[in-house]
């Protein structure tokens, strides 16, 4: 099946031709298509087009006018305004377009693959070992699980990191005290459920972590064991490296099962954390000071920049390796770049950081670039995330002022969206096992669609009032689009969706249209820019749009069989699109809800 060109491409092609052959110097000068009131579409470019060639805007406007062929697809194009040009469409030409895509058999709605798909290696969902996972860790898991999704379904080859943290001085206590006390890992009766395993691990580690912090301020000879413990850690001693492992795999069960609880794979390849990198590191020290782009400043190796200065004035150093000899955050940043470009040949490397973390991306990647990691045309780019704040606009906190665990978050939004599914239960019929189901789905994708509905960089509010509502710009609003649609499907019996292009479509019917039609252009731009938020905003207003065609058409009642056949045609479009679209943002849409 071949990729559906659409309409805005088509339209734009037509303005591009005749746009050049009434004025040569406007070869290659965008006709600015845009969505309109008016009509179908509107193109403004004229204006600033005629300006410059000093030529009075209308007349030219009139002489694209005469050379646009319309016919099969443009109905009406027609002068508008200083120069303007109104467009609209044949009826005919919108349910053709939409009629292709439906037919799609490998169900991508025509949309086709990116012409130069590149590598990506992108860095996400990130939690750190031995340490419970937080609020902070949702929004690196849920914008990079969509981004990865997206890039994917273009035909980019994504290979996925969790560069976890899984190194460190705190590993001493840990092991020493785990050493000292060898059962304490142990699970009680854990089951195979991932669930059960995952809290199991993570109370396991909780107390255990408690435990030796105290022993360790407290008793001076266990805090030397402790301390002599890194120093095996980092020598590789086997014994203190199979206690570390233990750590790493006992965290990793329950990161497993905070993923699963997010409705999200993560798979243990891609989990390349900290450690990760050790044999490289000081490789890559030696490299940064052999060809100077770092130097020795007090004993640590630094790397300087001319911008970046404390509040004092004086330059503040990227650190890549202490004045003790222990390398730091930034040595493993810049090895992984180093293997992410060398090894995994990536011509495009992503991390979904906190803003928080902006400056240290900014001074690796200055440096990586410095010292020539970055062969030609490899992208570096940060996609910084803003802060979860509370009803009361501050970051978002328990009460007793302590960071909110993430599963204690889902868990709530879970049992919210379990009660509003469970208020339509008996009217949808769904089965207990289905109203369970159904509130996972929904508060899931609540928390993720708030998550992604706004753009990254800013600053959000967690309220699980609006996130559930059923009103307003929220998943379950599209979740209720999806399912309500199904039920019309379920209900027309006999009648199948079928298109019918050569039926007059209502003014309700060609904005749905269109818009359905700007799918794929929209996860081109998304793709681009890296920017679920436009993905969700499309399917937002796709939902709108639907709304307001069962308030002005009827679908199973319309007035002739082909005309009900159409517009089942069209709004089963409409569910596939949003299943679609609803999928790349991981999020689900339950057939009955
Ligand atoms: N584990 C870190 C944290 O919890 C995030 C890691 C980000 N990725 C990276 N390559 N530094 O803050």
Redesign the pocket.
């Known amino acids: 099946m071949a990729p559906v060109t659409s309409l805005t491409a088509s339209v734009h092609q037509r303005l591009a031709d005749a746009l050049a052959s009434a004025l040569p110097e406007a070869d290659g000068v965008d006709p600015l298509l845009r969505r309109s009131d008016r009509a179908d579409f509107q193109a403004n470019g004229i204006l600033a087009l005629a300006k410059k060639a000093k030529a009075n805007p209308r007349e030219l406007a009139t002489q694209v006018v005469a050379r646009v062929e319309s016919g099969e697809v443009i109905k009406e194009i027609e002068v508008s305004g200083p120069g303007f040009l109104n467009i609209t469409l044949t009826d005919r030409a919108i349910t053709e377009n939409l009629a292709a895509r439906y037919a799609d058999a490998e169900s991508r709605l025509g949309v086709p693959f990116a012409e130069h798909p590149g590598t990506t290696v992108i860095?996400?969902a990130?939690?750190?070992v031995a340490?419970e996972m937080h609020v902070?860790?949702l929004r690196?898991a849920v914008i990079g699980d969509a981004v990865v999704q997206i890039l994917e379904f273009t035909g980019e080859n994504v290979v996925r990191?969790h560069?976890?943290?899984d190194w460190g001085t705190q590993f001493g206590m840990l092991i020493q005290y785990l050493d000292e006390h060898p059962h304490e890992l142990d699970h009680k009766e854990a089951g195979d459920d991932l669930q059960a395993s995952g809290e199991a691990a993570m109370s396991n580690l909780d107390r255990l972590y408690k435990t030796a912090r105290k022993l360790f301020d407290a008793d001076e000879e266990f805090k030397t064991r402790a301390r002599r413990r890194v120093v095996d850690l980092q020598a590789g001693d086997p014994a203190t490296l199979a206690a570390w492992q233990k750590f790493v795999d006992e965290s990793k069960l329950y990161f497993f099962s905070v993923f699963e609880k997010l409705d999200m794979e993560i798979r243990d390849a891609d989990i390349v954390?900290?450690s990760g990198y050790n044999d490289m590191l000081a490789e890559t020290c030696r490299l940064l000071e052999e060809s100077g782009v770092a130097v020795r400043s007090e004993g640590a190796l630094c790397v300087f920049f001319d911008d970046v200065k404390g509040p004092d004035g004086n330059p503040v150093p990227l650190i890549v390796q202490k004045s003790d000899g222990g390398y730091g955050?930034a040595a493993?940043?810049l090895s992984?770049i180093r293997d992410r470009v060398l090894n995994l040949k990536s011509d495009t490397l992503i991390?979904?950081?906190?803003a928080r973390?902006s400056l240290?991306?900014k001074m690796?990647f200055e440096t990586a670039r410095r010292a020539g990691w970055l062969n030609d045309g490899v992208k570096l780019r940060q996609l910084a995330f803003g802060t979860v704040l509370g009803k009361d606009g501050k970051p978002f906190k328990t009460r007793e002022g302590e960071t909110i665990r993430l599963v204690d978050l889902l868990d709530e939004a879970i049992d919210r969206a379990t009660a509003v599914v469970r208020e339509k239960a008996e009217k949808v019929g769904l089965t207990e096992q289905e109203i369970v189901e159904n509130g996972r789905y929904v508060g899931v994708g609540a928390v993720k669609y708030a998550d992604l509905s706004t753009s990254a960089v800013r600053d959000y509010k967690f309220d699980l009032d609006q996130m559930v509502s059923l009103n307003g710009d929220t998943s379950v609003y599209l979740q209720y689009a999806y399912a309500r649609i199904q039920s019309i499907l379920r209900k027309a019996g006999e009648a199948t969706p079928a298109a019918h292009p050569e039926l007059e479509l209502a003014a309700a019917e060609r904005a749905l249209g269109l818009h359905l039609d700007q799918f794929g252009e929209t996860l081109a731009e998304v793709a681009e820019s890296y920017e679920p938020h436009k993905l969700a905003a499309y399917l937002f207003k796709l939902a709108t749009l639907l709304t307001t065609f069962y308030d002005q058409c009827l679908v199973l009642k319309a007035e002739t069989p082909e005309q009900v056949e159409n517009r089942l045609f069209l709004v089963d479009l409409t569910a596939r699109t949003l299943h679609q679209g609803m999928a790349l943002l991981g999020i689900r849409t339950p057939d009955k809800l």
């Open positions: 860095d996400y990130q939690p750190n340490k902070g860790h690196s990191r560069h976890i943290g954390g900290e955050y493993t940043d992984a991390y979904v950081v906190d973390q240290h991306f690796v």
